[in-house]
C-alpha cells in the first residue's frame, strides 16, 4: 500500500514531522509499504489558474509543476498525510495554494475523478499551549476542503506548544492514526 506525506513545515525538526514519523511507523505495521514525500517549501508549486482545462478532461490539472507527479501518485494512493504549521491562525498560504489545486479532482460536473477513496491524516502544529484560542474551526476546514474533494478523514492531529517527550499521547495517537489506516 502507498501513502503519499504533504509536509508543510521548514524545520526539519518540527512537531508535525515528528507526530508523521509516528503516523509512518503505524502506517508500516498496517502495510504500507511505500511513501512518496513532498515538502510544500522545496516543490514548485503554482496556484490554480482557474483555467477549467481540468473540467474538459478526465485528467488533472495541467499547470506544469511539481503537483503532476503529486497528482499522478494520488491515483495509486492509498492514503495521504497532510501537514501544516498554524501561521496566523491558519495553515499556512503554500498548503492553502496545495488546496486549491485539488479543484481539478471534480469534473464538469462535479463527480470525484479519484476511483477510490483516498484515507486523510491531517496534522496541524501551533506554538500556542492548549490554553490559548483553539483553531480547531480553521483545522476543520482546510481538511473538509481533501474530504469535499472526495477523501476519507482517517483522523487528525494537533500539535501544541513545545516538541512533546518521547512516548507523549499525542504520539501514541499519531501511531494509532497510522496503525488503523
Not at 508535525?16 to 503505524?26: C, D, F, Y
Not at 509499504?33 to 514548485?44: A, F, G, L, P, S
Not at 479519484?114 to 481538511?143: H, R
Request: aromatic share 10%.
Amino acid at each position: 500500500m502507498k501513502a503519499i506525506v504533504v509536509y508543510g513545515s521548514k524545520r526539519n525538526n518540527s512537531t508535525s514531522k515528528a507526530a508523521i514519523e509516528q503516523i509512518l511507523k503505524g502506517a508500516k505495521e498496517a502495510g504500507y509499504d511505500e511513501v512518496v514525500e513532498y515538502d510544500i517549501n522545496k516543490i514548485d508549486l503554482k496556484g490554480c489558474r482557474n483555467c477549467g482545462a481540468c473540467k474538459k478532461t478526465d485528467g488533472f490539472c495541467v499547470i506544469n509543476d511539481d503537483l503532476k507527479d503529486y497528482f499522478d501518485e494520488l491515483t495509486s494512493a492509498d492514503a495521504i498525510i497532510i501537514s501544516s504549521p498554524n501561521y496566523m491562525s491558519n495553515v499556512i498560504g503554500p498548503m492553502i495554494t496545495f488546496m486549491n489545486r485539488h479543484y481539478c479532482l471534480r469534473d464538469a460536473e462535479r463527480n470525484i475523478k479519484l476511483q477510490k477513496k483516498v484515507k486523510l491524516i491531517s496534522v496541524y502544529s501551533q506554538g500556542a499551549p492548549a490554553e490559548m484560542p483553539n483553531y480547531e474551526a480553521n483545522y476543520d476546514w482546510f481538511t473538509n476542503c481533501f474530504i469535499g474533494m472526495g477523501m476519507e478523514n482517517a483522523g487528525k492531529i494537533v500539535m501544541r506548544g513545545q516538541m512533546p517527550e518521547e512516548g507523549a499521547e499525542i504520539f501514541v495517537k499519531a501511531y494509532e492514526l497510522g496503525k488503523n489506516l
